[in-house]
């Protein structure tokens, strides 16, 4: 019992992490100053001209760090600090999600390929654990075996998430740097708030992995008792 609530409790403590993190550092270089004076979303517009996406769109969106790109209509996203800031963090963060749109552009495949598993990934994450709970008290693996199935879908989409938003954030760094957007003593501190926040990601698939070998020990296990 001592072991299980060790673990839950390691399970909780990984994200909430990951996220004061990230929001100490997007805190902490949202205070300084980009020496272009350029704003999120001029940035945002330098880097996608740049690249000739002019179709692109910046768009201001509210709420805090909810920036994101919309392949759907092809929308670059940005937080009203971002969208109006001129700080080192939106900087980075505006360009991030071009990175995004460029990745759209040119069809990066593992941006395809997340695409892809969102309808799954959804299902997955909505009915998984109600399957296998339900599998699990009526004492029917073979219910509990399909909800590891859906979740095992989700933990896929999070693994595919990965490269993507390290690519965009490679992307990111490439372009101000080439386009002058930032100074060379800038790049590291740009670079530790595109960090920060891929940390996000990389705790949510940690998470969602161990969450998947748990349960297919518990049915394994399970199993061996009938």
Known sequence: MIQYLIYLGVLMLIPIWAQMRVR????????????????????ARRILDANGLYDVTVREVSGSLTDHYDPRD?????????????????TAVSAHEVGHAIQ???DYTFMRV???LVPVANLGSNLSYI????????????????GVLFFAAAVLFQLVTLPVEFDASGRALKQIVSLGIVQESEQ?????????????YVAAALVSVMELIR???????SNREE
């Open 188 to 200: 590291k501190q740009a670079k530790k708030v595109l960090s920060a926040a891929a940390m996000t």
């Open 104 to 106: 759209d552009a040119k």
């Open 74 to 90: 092809k929308s670059v996203n940005l937080s009203t600090d971002i969208y109006h800031g001129a700080s080192i963090a939106g």
């Open 24 to 43: 100490s550092t997007y805190s902490r270089y949202s205070e300084i100053g980009n020496s272009t004076g350029m704003t999120g979303a001029e940035t």
């Open 215 to 221: 349960f297919i020990l518990m049915i394994t296990m």
């Open 114 to 116: 997340r695409s892809a």
């Open 131 to 146: 399957l296998i709970l339900a599998g699990v008290f009526l004492g029917m693996m073979q219910l509990a075996s399909l």
